[in-house]
């Protein structure tokens, strides 16, 4: 498939050039949980990265390249230990690894079980990590069930419910088929799910953005998800998008389409929806006129710790009309 190959030739020359040594993270944040805002922590994990990057990847994913080729399961671990110590008590505790946490590759059997343990004993009432599909199945989700005191919360990039867009546009490698399959092994397990969705994949015009991703979040609760979380697409070093970005055939969306998103299928939806837009306000990220950025950002900051739609009904700024020009003007030029 050409844009596999194309994704494969930048990813594998920015490999060589921009990966270096993987770097750990962690952070406290808000959060909404059981029909309240919350304390919640973020610890991300350097590992050896997502397997499916490494071969391939997707057109707008970057994160590989704060993975690391060396580091050890008892790096992992004490990467984790190092970001609960940082973070302190919290109710709604997020492990990333920029990959998948099922994948064996990337954190063992024997580091997932302990790292259950460990989380046992802070008293958090519900545990996040995300996994590709192919990673995911009864016998895993099981374990960690039988292990694990809080609730556990798979996180899914299903990206959108198109197989079309998630091939042509995003080069996801896995069809709608495989995400419902990894739903229902998280459902019969009790095992809650947070489907990832994109606002703005590359070779789409916005508004084109705009209505898959409404689609896609009303489709997904229908499905049985228990959360959204809209991610608009910023520009990441090393990706396809970096490099239509550069050619100026690729804009980030901009904050009032996400906003739009997330009114319309909040208006549709009864699970939670969230969002919280890596580089907003910038270039590289969803972004505005640079004056109203900060102040939209926050507001949907808030709805997503509050669920409270109020804090992005009233927003206002006179670039919001140059956005809804621009939605029309879309019309005419393809």
Not at 312 to 323: D, F, G, K, P, V
Request: hydrophobic share 35%.
């Amino acid at each position: 498939m050409q844009l596999e190959s194309e994704v494969k030739r930048i990813r594998q020359r920015a490999l060589e050039e921009l990966r270096a040594r993987g770097s750990f993270a962690a952070w406290r944040e808000k959060d909404f949980l059981y029909g309240e805002e919350v304390d919640a922590g973020v610890i991300v994990l350097s590992t050896r990265g997502c397997a499916w990057a490494l071969r391939a990847g997707c057109t707008m994913c970057g994160y590989i390249y704060d993975s690391s080729r060396s580091v050890s399961q008892e790096e992992v671990l004490q990467q984790f230990k190092d970001g609960i110590t940082k973070i302190g008590d919290v109710a709604y505790l997020k492990v990333f690894n920029s990959g998948s946490f099922f994948d064996s590759g990337e954190i063992a059997r024997e580091t997932r079980r302990e790292i259950y343990r460990l989380v046992n004993s802070l008293g958090v009432k519900r545990l996040q990590v995300e996994s590709r599909p192919e990673y995911i199945s009864e016998q895993v989700l099981e374990e960690a069930a039988e292990l694990l005191e809080p609730e556990l919360e798979v996180g899914i990039g299903l990206e959108t419910t198109s197989d079309y867009i998630r091939e042509v546009c995003i080069n996801k490698g896995f069809t709608l088929e495989e995400f419902i399959r990894a739903l229902e092994a998280c459902r019969s397990t009790g095992v809650k799910v947070k489907a990832y969705l994109l606002i703005k994949p590359p070779f789409m015009t916005e508004a084109e953005a705009i209505e898959d991703a409404v689609k896609s979040g009303v489709e997904a609760a229908r499905m049985g998800v228990d959360r959204l979380s809209f991610n608009p697409v910023n520009v990441q070093r090393g990706t396809l998008v970096e490099e239509l970005f550069y050619k100026r055939e690729y804009r980030p969306p901009w904050l009032w389409s996400v906003v739009e998103v997330i009114m319309r299928v909040k208006a549709e939806v009864s699970i939670p929806v969230v969002c919280s837009p890596s580089g907003g306000g910038t270039r590289r990220g969803a972004h505005n006129c640079g004056k109203c950025d900060s102040r939209v950002l926050s507001a949907i900051r808030r709805f997503s710790s509050t669920q409270e739609l109020h804090h992005i009904e009233e927003l206002t700024c006179n670039c919001r009309q140059s956005w809804k020009e621009e939605l029309n003007l879309e019309v005419f030029e393809r």
